[in-house]
Each structure stands twice: as C-alpha cells, then as structure tokens.
C-alpha cells in the first residue's frame, strides 16, 4: 500500500524532538514580577526628581527678595547689596563688609540714622531728590567722601500691607537699617535707644548722629563738624535748649511725667538733629531694657541720660539753623516746627537755593 502522511496540527503548546517520536512543551519565558519595594522606591524618586526641577525653576524665575544683613532681628540693607559687589572696595579692601554670618562692624567717622516711618515715603523720596543720593553708588560715595554712612531708620509692623511696602521700597533703594522695635510714634524713646543699640552693633563710629527726615542737611559740613578735635571723649552735640515743662493732657508736648521734673526742663538739645560720641553710645548699648528712665518726648529723654552721664554738652547752633548760610549744617523751621514745616516742598525748594545746596564749605577754623 503506498504510505500515507498524516496531517499534524499546529500547536502552540509544544514542539515535536529531533526523532519525531517524544514531544515535549514550548517553554515561552515568562517576564519577572518587579518586587512591590521597588516600584514604590522608584515612584518616589520620580516624584522627588519632579519636585527638586520644579522648586529650582521657582526660585530661578521667582523675583528675588532684597538681600539684607543681619545682626539678630537688625537688618543692614545697603551693606549687603555690596558685601558680595567689588563696587563696595573702591575705598580700598574689604574690611568691615559684614554678611549674613559676620559680625565685622564698619569703621567710619560718623553713622546718620534718619528716623522714618511707614507713613513717610513722600518725606524719603523728597529726600532722595535733594541732599541724599538716591542710589546705592551714590551712598557709598558720599560715604567714601564724607567718612559718613547713611541709612533711613524704620521699626517693625504687624500690619502686613505696610511691611510688603517698605520691602519694595527696599528693593530699590537699598538704604535702610530696620531694628527690632514696634514703630509707634507715642514709642519714639523706645526706638530711639533700640537705634542706637542697632547702630553700634553694626558699625564702628566716633560719632552717631540722630537725624529726622523732615530736615535739610549739608553731609560735608556735618563731616567738618565732627572731624573737629575734642579733649571730651563724652560729646553730646546739638542745639541745646530749656523750656517750661507742659503738664496739660490736652497739648501737643504733655509730659506725664512732668512732676519729676518740675517747671522747667533741663538742658537738652532739640529733637531734628543731635550727635553722641561713641564712647556714649557704648555705655546705651549695654544698657539693660528697662533700666533707663523713658520720658514722654524723645529729645527730654536723650538730655535725662545725659545729665546721668557727664557728657560735654555742645552747643552748636549750625545745626539748626532755620535759613541756608555758608555755615548752616542742618536747616529747618526752627521754633516754629520741629523739623521744615512742609517738609516736602520745603526740601526741594531750600535745594533748588545756590546758597543751600551749592555753597562752599568753609575750612574748620572759619566756622
């Protein structure tokens, strides 16, 4: 009989051996199962790996707030927009540039703290426009001329509108010194002697000046004054002043303290503008809170210290005079105001007076 073939199935189940006879099963490899641990691990650092991209491209793109230095809660704007900048050692070396971790205090002639507040911005900015520089190089030139820095001094406040304000402002100015202290005007002791605490943590000066923003100031003939040689270390320097204690609830200078007093106050100088040495200052910066006796007017304040501490009581009537002179350092409305009494129209017009802001200043022996 002629042999027949036998149509054999496909089969996906197995293979047929070399001799035909024995069949044994298609192995089709089978693909492992990743343990769970792992597919979480790696989940996890894809998350991790998305997130670290994502937080480096915000703070890439996101606007960078204004560099500050600090000493506590005391923030130095101005000295750390050039602690990293090689514009700041145009006077020569970098010493006394402080950061963030530093604790260098600058050397200088002379510190001019401008008390501000958070309602001023009209007075700051009629001040950028006339005597004070409204850039950070021109601050650090008039520094480098004068041997005086300069700074708006401002407190703290819970009212978050204004705080966001003043940092703008901050970005772009740089030229403020914020101290840790509520700014409240019935507080200006307080913030008079948290300023003075701030001012010789942060900077080594002969002299620290107190100045108002409602004034107008010849920087140059400030430097003359202070450059001047003293026999005594204490100095208070100021137009010095007495008056009828006012013991009225109802007027604007009541002293509630006034019974301490009594009729009449003692020397002191006025409030606008007044110079302490640093050896005066050293002993109100270690100072323990509390321990000094705080009037209600920051300027009797100050005078109450200083008949406790011996100082050399300076008169010096060119620092307020209320008229631009060759000799006048500081002009305002003096007894009228305490300070120009329209401040920010009166700044640009005593600027806009050759007599003001373009006399000469006069050698030290002529004043």
Not at 22 to 50: E, F, M
Request: charged share 25%; proline share 7%.
């Amino acid at each position: 009989m002629p042999r027949t073939h036998s149509h054999l199935p496909l089969s996906t189940s197995g293979e047929y051996s070399k001799t035909g006879k024995t069949k044994r099963p298609l192995q089709i490899p089978s693909r492992p199962r990743t343990p769970l641990p792992i597919t979480v691990i790696s989940a996890l650092c894809v998350l991790i790996g998305v997130a670290g991209i994502s937080l480096f491209l915000l703070a890439v793109l996101r606007p960078r707030p204004a560099p500050v230095f600090r000493c506590g809660r005391i923030q130095d704007t101005f000295r750390a927009f050039y602690s990293l900048s090689s514009a700041w050692r145009l006077g020569g070396g970098d010493s006394g540039v402080g950061n963030a971790t530093g604790m260098e205090r600058r050397k200088l002639l002379g510190f001019v703290g401008i008390q501000t507040g958070f309602s001023s911005a009209d007075r700051r900015e009629a001040l950028r426009s006339t005597w004070l520089p409204s850039e950070p190089e021109g601050l650090l030139r008039l520094e480098q001329a004068t041997g005086l820095a300069f700074r708006f001094v401002i407190g703290r406040s819970k009212d978050a509108k204004k705080m966001a304000e003043l940092e703008k402002e901050i970005e772009k100015f740089q030229d403020f010194m914020i101290i840790d202290v509520e700014e409240e005007y019935f507080k200006l002791p307080y913030k008079t002697l948290a300023f003075f605490k701030a001012a010789f943590e942060l900077f080594e000066a002969d002299y620290f000046v107190k100045a108002d923003d409602d004034i107008y100031l010849r920087p140059d003939r400030l430097a003359t004054l202070l450059a001047k040689e003293r026999t005594h270390k204490l100095s208070y320097i100021g137009c010095m002043k007495k008056g009828p204690v006012i013991t009225d609830p109802k007027l604007k200078w009541y002293e509630k303290s006034g019974h301490l007093i009594g009729n009449e106050y003692f020397l002191h100088a006025y409030g606008p503008i007044y110079v302490l040495s640093a050896e005066v200052v050293a002993s109100l910066a270690i100072a323990r809170n509390n321990s000094l006796r705080m009037f209600s007017n920051e300027d009797v304040t100050i005078g109450s210290w200083m008949l406790a501490m011996n100082v050399d009581h300076e008169d010096n009537r060119a620092i307020c005079d209320p008229r631009c002179t060759p000799t006048s350092i500081a002009v305002w409305d003096i007894p009228k105001c305490s300070g120009l009494c329209n401040p920010v129209t009166r700044m640009k017009e005593l600027h806009n007076t050759s007599m003001c802001s373009k006399s000469p200043t006069l050698p030290p022996d002529d004043r």
